[in-house]
């Protein structure tokens, strides 16, 4: 049976209560947890993430003094300032492909291709880190 990251998570706590405060293996439990956390992190970083947004409401606008030019505000985490990324592009005739595109934020989100987040992208995640073949990574 495979289990998840959060279900080895789980099991690594439980053995970690177990344990001697203070002996080796509670601090190697301890940073067994911390590994499995980063792991899980890195997994959520390698996947897609859907571009969610609503439209600002007047009470919103007020209450957080957004410009009256903002009608949206993207909802889901965004990539960094000139941030390489994949991005899901949808045409009007609903067809998808990805494509390669640069993150941009001067006075609000684009890209560099022009495409919409709000009309044209679907989901977007970070590039892969280039391929190192397993001689040079021991270099």
Same mark, same amino acid.
């Given at each position: 049976? $495979? /289990? %998840?990251?959060?279900?080895?998570?789980?099991? +690594?706590?439980?053995?970690?209560?177990k344990t001697?405060? =203070? %002996?080796?293996? %509670?601090e190697e439990l301890?940073? /067994?947890?911390?590994?499995l956390k980063e792991l899980k992190e890195l997994r959520r970083s390698r996947k897609w993430t859907p571009v969610e947004w609503h439209t600002i409401t007047e009470e919103e606008r007020e209450r957080e003094g957004y410009p009256e030019d903002w009608t949206v505000y993207l909802d889901c985490q965004m990539p960094e300032d000139e941030q390489e990324i994949l991005i899901t592009v949808r045409d009007s $005739?609903?067809?998808?492909? +990805?494509?390669k595109d640069m993150c941009c934020i001067d006075d609000g989100w684009y890209l560099d291709s022009g495409y919409s987040?709000?009309?044209?992208?679907? !989901?977007?995640?970070?590039?892969?880190?280039? =391929?190192?073949?397993?001689?040079? !990574?021991?270099?």
């Open positions: 049976m $495979k /289990l %998840s990251i959060d279900e080895h998570i789980a099991r +690594v706590k439980k053995a970690f209560w001697e405060p =203070y %002996s080796s293996a %509670s301890a940073e /067994l947890a911390d590994l $005739k609903g067809r998808l492909w +990805v494509e987040w709000i009309d044209d992208v679907v !989901a977007w995640m970070p590039l892969p880190a280039a =391929y190192k073949a397993q001689r040079e !990574a021991q270099e």
